[in-house]
């Protein structure tokens, strides 16, 4: 159910109006709602790489928190610039105050995970407890860009068709 367009507020009624089809897509699926899946593991695993590590001091998962912290920052980055796309060209999707909103968590979220990777190639021995830290803020940012990422589709139906943008 679309509980933007069953308010009284004739300004919600006139975004409710606009086009909110995915304008980035390939053969009718939508590039972002692919895409965010890397990131998303990737966040988990460097957290996951970093408790093991804690745990063991196995220095196996010392190189494997530095891979997965640079991939997840690398494919952030690439699913933030489609996304980025999507809510810049298409009206009804940048006009939604729950798009900025996940942005903001995004970009956060991407920020968070660059310098993640970056503490660990200036020196992996701040991985403990700085790496760590900074893995805990990322999957929590993570949650939060997913949940508003979730609500933009589910509850606004953001991308489930393609715009005549696309
Ligand atoms: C940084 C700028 C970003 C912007 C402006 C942005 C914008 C959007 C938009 C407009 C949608 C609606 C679907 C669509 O139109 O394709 C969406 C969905 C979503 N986004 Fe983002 N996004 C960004 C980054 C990210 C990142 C880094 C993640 C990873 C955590 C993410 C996770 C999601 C999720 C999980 C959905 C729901 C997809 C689905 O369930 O199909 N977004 N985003």
Redesign the pocket.
């Known amino acids: 159910m679309n509980e933007v367009a069953n308010t009284d507020s004739p300004v919600i009624e006139k975004v409710a109006k606009h086009d909110?089809?995915?304008?980035?897509?390939v053969a009718g699926h939508?590039?972002?709602?692919m895409?965010?899946?890397f990131?998303?593991a990737l966040?988990i695993a460097t957290l996951g790489s970093d408790v093991f590590y804690w745990f063991s001091g196995d220095p196996f998962f010392l190189r494997a928190g530095t891979w997965a912290a640079g991939f997840a920052f690398a494919t952030?980055?690439a699913?933030?610039?489609?996304?980025?796309?999507?809510?810049?060209l298409?009206r009804g999707?940048r006009s939604r105050v729950a798009?900025?909103t996940?942005?903001i968590a995004?970009?956060t979220?991407?920020s968070i995970a660059g310098m993640n990777w970056g503490v660990r190639l200036v020196d992996t021995g701040l991985v403990l407890p700085y790496g760590l830290g900074l893995s805990v803020l990322a999957s929590i940012?993570?949650g939060l860009?997913?949940?508003?990422?979730?609500k933009?589709?589910?509850d606004?139906g953001?991308?489930l068709i393609i715009s005549p943008k696309g």
Request: charged share 0%.
């Open positions: 909110i089809g995915s304008a980035v897509a939508p590039i972002h709602a895409s965010v899946h990131p998303v966040v952030g980055v699913a933030g610039i489609v996304g980025t796309l999507e809510l810049l298409v999707i798009s900025w996940h942005a995004a970009m979220l991407i940012f993570t860009a997913g949940w508003h990422g979730g933009l589709v589910f606004h953001v991308g």
